[in-house]
Nanobody, 124 residues
Framework: QVQLVESGGGLVQAGGSLRLSCAAS????????MGWFRQSPGKEREFVAT????????YYADSVKDRFTISRDNAKNTVLLQMNSLKPEDTAVYYC?????????????????WGQGTQVTVSS
């Protein structure tokens, strides 16, 4: 069992930065691939970024590539999402998720545990 708690969301102007954090409970955190997803009002939840259990491999949605960076610290059971050059279209609730899959995963059905989400609002 893994419990996930996101933090770090808030209101920021376009062009600004935020860093989201996901704190995980459970001794097996380091064995899970981790991901970030987001959901805007009226839209389906979408993939943002994922990282392998070791942190050696990452993958990003095209919409955030070169602006967002995912990282993890297995000693602290934490996953981070550094978001730079934010745009109004990045406004969404951001969710952290854990997957037992080998490598990394971009599909929701690959993820076994989810956090409650943290709101990110980017003003123009």
């Amino acid at each position: 069992q893994v419990q996930l708690v996101e933090s770090g969301g808030g209101l920021v102007q376009a062009g600004g930065s935020l860093r989201l954090s996901c704190a995980a409970s459970g001794r097996t955190f380091s064995s899970y691939a981790m991901g970030w997803f987001r959901q805007s009002p009226g839209k389906e939840r979408e993939f943002v970024a994922t990282i392998s259990w070791s942190g050696a491999s990452t993958y990003y949605a095209d919409s955030v590539k070169d602006r967002f960076t995912i990282s993890r610290d297995n000693a602290k059971n934490t996953v981070l999402l550094q978001m730079n050059s934010l745009k109004p279209e990045d406004t969404a609730v951001y969710y952290c998720a854990a997957s037992r899959t080998t490598g990394w995963a971009t599909k929701e059905y690959n993820y076994n545990y989810w956090g409650q989400g943290t709101q990110v609002t980017v003003s123009s």
